[in-house]
Protein backbone atom coordinates (compact mmCIF):
# COMPACT_ATOMS: atom_id res chain seq x y z
CA UNK A 1 0.00 0.00 0.00
CA UNK A 2 1.27 3.83 -0.58
CA UNK A 3 1.09 5.95 1.65
CA UNK A 4 -1.01 9.34 1.41
CA UNK A 5 -0.66 12.69 2.45
CA UNK A 6 -0.32 12.98 6.41
CA UNK A 7 0.92 8.96 6.70
CA UNK A 8 -2.09 7.22 6.01
CA UNK A 9 -2.17 4.28 3.80
CA UNK A 10 -4.39 4.38 0.92
CA UNK A 11 -5.62 1.31 -1.18
CA UNK A 12 -4.77 1.30 -4.61
CA UNK A 13 -6.85 1.96 -7.80
CA UNK A 14 -9.14 -0.77 -8.93
CA UNK A 15 -12.14 -2.49 -7.41
CA UNK A 16 -12.45 -2.52 -3.68
CA UNK A 17 -13.29 -5.85 -1.71
CA UNK A 18 -13.64 -6.21 1.67
CA UNK A 19 -11.98 -9.18 3.87
CA UNK A 20 -15.51 -11.06 4.26
CA UNK A 21 -16.01 -10.81 0.56
CA UNK A 22 -14.60 -13.36 -1.56
CA UNK A 23 -12.55 -12.29 -4.53
CA UNK A 24 -14.74 -12.77 -7.89
CA UNK A 25 -11.48 -13.06 -10.20
CA UNK A 26 -10.15 -15.86 -7.95
CA UNK A 27 -9.95 -19.77 -8.93
CA UNK A 28 -11.91 -22.09 -6.82
CA UNK A 29 -10.03 -25.18 -6.53
CA UNK A 30 -11.36 -28.14 -5.48
CA UNK A 31 -10.57 -28.98 -1.81
CA UNK A 32 -7.58 -31.25 -0.95
CA UNK A 33 -9.13 -33.56 0.72
CA UNK A 34 -10.97 -34.66 -2.74
CA UNK A 35 -7.42 -34.70 -4.54
CA UNK A 36 -6.03 -36.89 -2.97
CA UNK A 37 -8.98 -39.22 -2.89
CA UNK A 38 -9.25 -39.17 -6.47
CA UNK A 39 -5.38 -40.06 -6.42
CA UNK A 40 -5.83 -42.90 -4.35
CA UNK A 41 -8.73 -44.17 -6.28
CA UNK A 42 -6.67 -43.96 -9.17
CA UNK A 43 -3.86 -45.71 -8.03
CA UNK A 44 -6.00 -48.72 -6.69
CA UNK A 45 -7.57 -48.82 -10.15
CA UNK A 46 -3.90 -48.96 -11.90
CA UNK A 47 -2.80 -51.54 -9.76
CA UNK A 48 -5.58 -53.53 -9.69
CA UNK A 49 -5.75 -53.63 -13.68
CA UNK A 50 -2.04 -54.10 -13.39
CA UNK A 51 -2.09 -57.09 -11.33
CA UNK A 52 -5.10 -58.80 -13.87
CA UNK A 53 -3.00 -57.94 -16.65
CA UNK A 54 0.15 -59.87 -15.18
CA UNK A 55 -2.16 -62.81 -13.81
CA UNK A 56 -3.59 -63.26 -17.46
CA UNK A 57 0.30 -63.09 -19.32
CA UNK A 58 1.81 -65.32 -16.36
CA UNK A 59 -1.58 -67.39 -14.97
CA UNK A 60 -1.63 -69.96 -17.83
CA UNK A 61 1.38 -71.56 -17.18
CA UNK A 62 0.47 -72.72 -13.29
CA UNK A 63 -2.32 -75.09 -14.57
CA UNK A 64 0.18 -77.49 -16.09
CA UNK A 65 2.12 -77.71 -13.05
CA UNK A 66 1.95 -80.37 -10.57
CA UNK A 67 1.35 -79.75 -6.76
CA UNK A 68 4.17 -77.61 -5.05
CA UNK A 69 6.46 -77.12 -8.60
CA UNK A 70 7.12 -73.55 -9.85
CA UNK A 71 5.53 -72.94 -13.09
CA UNK A 72 9.41 -72.74 -14.59
CA UNK A 73 10.25 -75.53 -13.19
CA UNK A 74 7.64 -77.86 -14.57
CA UNK A 75 8.32 -75.89 -18.03
CA UNK A 76 11.94 -76.85 -17.94
CA UNK A 77 11.34 -80.35 -16.71
CA UNK A 78 9.08 -81.15 -19.53
CA UNK A 79 11.18 -79.67 -22.03
CA UNK A 80 14.99 -81.78 -20.75
CA UNK A 81 12.87 -84.79 -20.00
CA UNK A 82 14.57 -87.69 -21.36
CA UNK A 83 13.12 -89.66 -24.01
CA UNK A 84 13.49 -93.27 -24.19
CA UNK A 85 12.88 -93.52 -28.13
CA UNK A 86 15.52 -92.71 -31.02
CA UNK A 87 14.24 -91.08 -33.79
CA UNK A 88 15.34 -92.59 -36.54
CA UNK A 89 16.37 -90.72 -39.94
CA UNK A 90 13.83 -91.57 -42.12
CA UNK A 91 11.42 -90.46 -38.88
CA UNK A 92 13.59 -86.73 -38.93
CA UNK A 93 12.96 -86.76 -42.77
CA UNK A 94 9.56 -86.82 -42.61
CA UNK A 95 9.20 -84.47 -39.77
CA UNK A 96 9.51 -81.19 -42.28
CA UNK A 97 5.61 -82.05 -43.52
CA UNK A 98 3.06 -81.44 -40.54
CA UNK A 99 1.07 -84.71 -39.86
CA UNK A 100 -1.59 -82.64 -40.58
CA UNK A 101 -1.29 -81.10 -43.80
CA UNK A 102 -3.06 -81.97 -46.90
CA UNK A 103 -2.72 -81.68 -50.14
CA UNK A 104 -5.04 -79.07 -51.94
CA UNK A 105 -4.78 -77.82 -56.01
CA UNK A 106 -3.36 -73.86 -55.43
CA UNK A 107 -6.23 -71.68 -57.48
CA UNK A 108 -5.13 -68.51 -60.20
CA UNK A 109 -5.69 -65.84 -58.04
CA UNK A 110 -4.08 -63.33 -60.35
CA UNK A 111 -6.32 -60.90 -61.11
CA UNK A 112 -8.55 -60.91 -58.76
CA UNK A 113 -8.87 -58.77 -55.37
CA UNK A 114 -6.57 -59.73 -52.80
CA UNK A 115 -9.12 -59.92 -50.18
CA UNK A 116 -10.70 -62.21 -52.22
CA UNK A 117 -7.95 -64.48 -52.87
CA UNK A 118 -6.99 -64.73 -49.03
CA UNK A 119 -10.38 -65.42 -48.38
CA UNK A 120 -10.67 -68.36 -50.97
CA UNK A 121 -6.81 -69.31 -50.08
CA UNK A 122 -8.41 -69.67 -46.33
CA UNK A 123 -11.80 -72.11 -47.38
CA UNK A 124 -8.88 -74.30 -49.18
CA UNK A 125 -7.41 -74.95 -45.53
CA UNK A 126 -4.02 -72.52 -46.87
CA UNK A 127 -3.21 -70.67 -43.51
CA UNK A 128 0.25 -68.70 -44.41
CA UNK A 129 -0.63 -66.24 -46.46
CA UNK A 130 1.77 -62.74 -47.17
CA UNK A 131 0.71 -60.38 -48.97
CA UNK A 132 3.58 -58.10 -50.79
CA UNK A 133 3.77 -54.84 -52.69
CA UNK A 134 4.92 -54.28 -56.29
CA UNK A 135 4.15 -50.84 -56.51
CA UNK A 136 7.59 -48.38 -55.74
CA UNK A 137 5.36 -46.06 -53.72
CA UNK A 138 3.26 -48.56 -51.11
CA UNK A 139 5.84 -50.82 -49.20
CA UNK A 140 3.42 -52.46 -47.27
CA UNK A 141 -0.27 -54.37 -48.43
CA UNK A 142 -2.40 -52.66 -45.15
CA UNK A 143 -5.91 -53.08 -46.65
CA UNK A 144 -5.85 -56.34 -48.76
CA UNK A 145 -9.72 -54.94 -50.27
CA UNK A 146 -7.91 -51.89 -51.70
CA UNK A 147 -5.48 -54.14 -53.66
CA UNK A 148 -5.21 -56.77 -56.86
CA UNK A 149 -3.29 -60.09 -57.09
CA UNK A 150 -0.93 -59.41 -59.72
CA UNK A 151 1.48 -62.37 -58.96
CA UNK A 152 1.40 -65.72 -56.91
CA UNK A 153 4.19 -68.01 -55.33
CA UNK A 154 3.06 -71.37 -56.30
CA UNK A 155 1.75 -71.96 -60.09
CA UNK A 156 -1.99 -72.17 -60.41
CA UNK A 157 -3.24 -76.02 -60.61
CA UNK A 158 -0.20 -76.88 -58.94
CA UNK A 159 -0.15 -79.48 -55.78
CA UNK A 160 0.28 -77.45 -52.52
CA UNK A 161 -0.28 -79.06 -48.65
CA UNK A 162 -2.20 -76.60 -46.62
CA UNK A 163 1.18 -75.23 -44.78
CA UNK A 164 2.59 -73.86 -47.76
CA UNK A 165 3.78 -70.48 -47.50
CA UNK A 166 1.79 -68.50 -50.00
CA UNK A 167 2.92 -65.25 -51.24
CA UNK A 168 0.51 -63.16 -53.54
CA UNK A 169 2.24 -60.03 -54.55
CA UNK A 170 -0.18 -57.34 -54.97
CA UNK A 171 -0.68 -53.53 -56.53
CA UNK A 172 -3.15 -51.04 -54.98
CA UNK A 173 -6.06 -50.31 -57.06
CA UNK A 174 -6.32 -46.60 -58.76
Do not use: H, Y
Not at 103 to 121: F, H, I, R, S, Y
Not at 124 to 138: A, E, F, I, R
Not at 139 to 145: G, K, P, Q, R, Y
Request: positive net charge; aromatic residues 2%.
Amino acid sequence: MAVGDGGLPFPPPGPQFTPNQPNPSARRWPPKAVIIAASVAAALLLLCCGAAAVNAVIGDNKKNAAPGVSAAAATTTAATAPTSKVPSPAASLSASASPSAIAVTMPNLVGKNAAVAQDELKRLGLTKVQLGSQDPGDSMVILAANWTVTKQSQPAESQVTTDTLIVLTCTKKA
